[in-house]
């Protein structure tokens, strides 16, 4: 199994970036995905999560700025993260949870304020 998360980047607060976890050897549709989060000297941190059927789970701080979602026939899931905020700045993790947990490599996203 391979996720590949990318889209991160540097971006003013306010802006909007959008990531994408590309994944092989596991079918997304069945899986639940999620996106993690970890600002430096901080503990990792769920962020989104959608299930085989659809439903989506936020972190509070979240809520209203990021939608998680996914296309089945890329089998990738993406991150659409509206105004961002400089407690935003983090490396953001892909996850894939399908018998096992799965992680993918972490994509820097940085808000300057």
């Known amino acids: 199994v391979q996720l590949q998360a990318f889209g991160g980047g540097l971006v003013h607060a306010g802006g909007s970036l959008r990531l994408s976890c590309a994944a092989s050897?596991?079918?997304?549709?069945?899986?639940?995905m999620g996106w993690y989060r970890q600002a430096p000297d901080e503990p990792r941190e769920f962020v989104a999560q959608?299930?085989?059927?659809?439903?989506?789970d936020y972190l509070d701080s979240v809520k209203g700025r990021f939608t998680i979602s996914k296309d089945n026939g890329k089998n990738t899931v993406y991150l659409q993260m509206n105004n961002l905020k400089p407690g935003d700045t983090a490396v953001y993790y892909c996850?894939?949870?399908?018998?096992?947990?799965?992680w993918g490599q972490g994509t820097l996203v940085t808000v300057s304020s």
């Open positions: 050897g596991l079918d997304v549709s069945i899986a639940i």
């Open positions: 959608i299930n085989a059927r659809g439903g989506t």
């Open positions: 996850k894939a949870d399908l018998y096992a947990p799965w």
